[in-house]
DNA sequence: AAAGATGATTGGGG
DNA sequence: CCCCAATCATCTTT
């Protein structure tokens, strides 16, 4: 925290303004939901020596962050998001993250004019103060123009210095902000302990079609706190990874299948007979040609993969298959039939 | 540090 | 568009 060149030369007027002060406010507000104290990189804040051309630049970025607008048009802002939007570009629609962000740039350009404002302000009163004290001792001595001149050229001078100094810390502010916000992008951030709870018990109690529509995404990613995006890369990733290693999510399965309503404990038998009966629809009319077992399935995958038989024998070849139908790929069957923890990460 | 878990991205297909 | 499958990149556990 290199302290500004000067803190102004505290003129009488309203009360010292300090940059720091807003610097700090600034940052607090892109620290606010990301507790990592990442650095800042405050890479050479040369005070001495401002060229125009930096301040060109801040301007110049300020502007096209619509931090300095002066006017705001498209003000609805809504969403738009009327589900065959977004072109090429992001497939993102994270809404959440998003309205974060133009909230903090909000809040970040509110701080920006508000300060803006008051050295403009203040400059002007202590301009003015300045000049009347010059006028009334020109009364007594002769005070040049010239030297009046200089005086107000120096008070500008302090204060324009002053604005520089805001507007890189503006500048900085917003920089770090959109950063994280495209590296959130990029950088994986675990789902809470909630979100993923919501997604298993849906996944899990509509394990014969686990595809939910388009409203019960949303439903799930309110629910969840997540993007509908995000709910879509989860059923996504679940249905791959589930079907691909059934044996790992036995226990999450019996766990949330028995949260759930769709209880049906009827499980009994552990024959080792063909499944291939029925139950009808056990929830969830799916268009689907699915006969599928609800549960049935789930001891007979339990044995299944203690037992991989790698050359005839059981053909059990996925009768309940529904969407998970052809994968018959045991490639390197595992049968970790290891029940051990429950696992009961502390997220966040 | 290695291995596993997990969210996001990319390319191909309907 | 949505889905699957493979892959990447990161986080978490061992």
Not at 207 to 227: F, V
Not at 260 to 284: K, M, W
């Amino acid at each position: 925290m290199a302290a500004p060149p000067r803190p102004a030369p505290s003129p009488p007027a309203p009360r010292r303004l300090d940059t720091s002060d807003v610097l700090q406010q600034i940052m607090a507000i892109t620290d606010q939901s990301l507790d990592e104290a990442q650095a800042v990189s405050i890479r050479g804040i040369q005070d001495e020596d401002p060229p125009d051309a930096q301040l060109l630049r801040l301007d110049n970025m300020l502007l096209a962050e619509g931090v300095c607008r002066p006017e705001k048009r498209g003000r609805g802002g809504a969403v738009a998001r009327a589900g065959t939007a977004t072109p090429g570009g992001c497939p993102n629609d994270n809404s959440i993250e998003h309205s974060d962000y133009r909230a903090k740039l909000s809040q970040i350009r509110q701080i920006y004019h508000s300060e803006l404002e008051k050295y403009e302000q203040a400059c002007r009163e202590f301009t003015t103060h300045v000049t009347n004290l010059l006028q009334e001792q020109s009364r007594m001595r002769p005070v040049s123009p010239k030297e009046i001149e200089r005086v107000v050229g120096a008070i500008h001078g302090k204060f324009s210095a002053i604005q520089m100094q805001l507007k890189q810390s503006t500048c900085e502010a917003v920089i770090t902000l959109r950063s994280r916000l495209l590296d959130a992008r990029r950088k994986r951030r675990n789902f809470s302990k909630q979100a993923t709870e919501v997604l298993n018990e849906y996944f899990y109690s509509h394990l014969n079609n686990p595809y939910p529509s388009e409203e019960a995404k949303e439903e799930l990613a309110r629910k969840g706190g997540i993007t509908v995006s995000q709910v879509s890369n989860w059923f996504g990733n679940k249905r791959i990874r589930y079907k691909k290693n059934m044996g790992k999510f036995q226990e999450e399965a019996t766990i949330y299948t028995g949260k759930t309503a769709v209880d049906t404990t009827e499980v009994g038998v552990p024959g080792n007979h063909a499944s291939c009966l029925s139950t009808p629809s056990s929830s969830s009319s799916g268009p689907f040609p699915l006969p599928s077992a609800g549960d049935a399935f789930l001891t007979l995958r339990t044995l299944a993969s203690l037992q991989p038989p790698p050359g005839g024998g059981c053909l059990q070849s996925q009768a309940q298959g529904s969407w998970q139908g052809a994968t018959p790929p045991p490639a390197t069957a595992s049968p970790a039939g290891d029940p051990g923890s429950i696992n009961s990460s502390t997220s966040n």
